[in-house]
């Protein structure tokens, strides 16, 4: 079974903070993706990598940075943690086969 | 990009079929229709997919209009197991995740 990781299930930062989130995957998958989830919203994309130190801005990139520097692992970068971050950010990875493996997701609450 | 559009929720009884439609009239001819489903304080999980011909596996059924501007997930039989948000998304190079549908199920 694919399993896909994320290094915390919950995380309290204060504002200004530099926060890393990490997410894991072990199958091997190409492609990985950073979304984060808020109430009446659903899953926004943040950033997304189709390989490694490769890195594409999905519909909400601003105040987030990634980075990719192993295959199976992307990082969600908050470069200053601001009150309106505070969500549950979800990590997710595909093959070529198209079909997306998500993580538990981390709830991260931003004071 | 091509969207979609779901109910905002939907009701069905324990063991009884339930139907989720899914609207998508932008489709192009390359876009994969996926259903996704999220259950409680857990990640989004697939549940099936189709490009043109109607679907079945052992999670549920995907019925795709001929002209694949809507389609519908079919759950046989419902069970409590089953409540979540159900997504219908179309996937070409990346995926974009609506509200999608909260499904109750009542015993």
């Known amino acids: 079974d694919v399993k896909v990781t994320q290094s915390s299930r919950y995380l309290v930062k204060r504002t200004g903070e530099k926060v890393f989130l990490e997410c894991v995957q072990d199958?091997?998958?190409?492609?990985m993706f950073w979304y984060r989830q808020d109430p009446g919203l659903g899953l926004r994309l943040i950033y997304f990598?189709?390989?490694?130190?490769?890195?594409e801005k999905g519909d909400i990139p601003e105040g987030y940075s990634v980075s990719r520097e192993k295959k199976e692992r992307f990082s969600l970068i908050l470069e200053s943690a601001s009150t309106n971050q505070t969500s549950m950010y979800l990590c997710?990875?595909?093959?070529?086969?198209?079909?997306?493996?998500f993580g538990p997701g981390t709830r991260l609450l931003v004071l | 990009d091509a969207k979609t559009t779901q109910p905002n929720s939907m009701e069905s009884n324990e063991e009884e079929p339930v139907h989720l439609p899914c609207n998508h009239s932008?489709?192009?001819?390359?876009?994969?229709i996926h259903w996704y489903r999220q259950l409680p304080s857990q990640g989004p999980e697939y549940v099936i997919h189709?490009?043109?011909s109607n679907v079945n596996n052992r999670m549920a059924s995907l019925a795709i209009a001929e002209d694949r501007k809507s389609s519908t997930l079919i759950l046989h039989r419902a069970t409590l197991r089953d409540a979540a948000v159900y997504y219908c998304?179309?996937?070409?190079?990346?995926?974009?995740f609506g509200a999608g549908t909260r499904l109750t199920v009542k015993p």
């Open positions: 997710a990875s595909s093959s070529s086969e198209e079909t997306q493996y």
């Open positions: 199958m091997d998958h190409e492609n």
């Open positions: 990598s189709y390989d490694v130190k490769m890195k």
């Open positions: 932008t489709i192009s001819g390359t876009d994969y």
């Open positions: 189709g490009l043109t």
């Open positions: 998304i179309l996937h070409n190079n990346d995926m974009r």
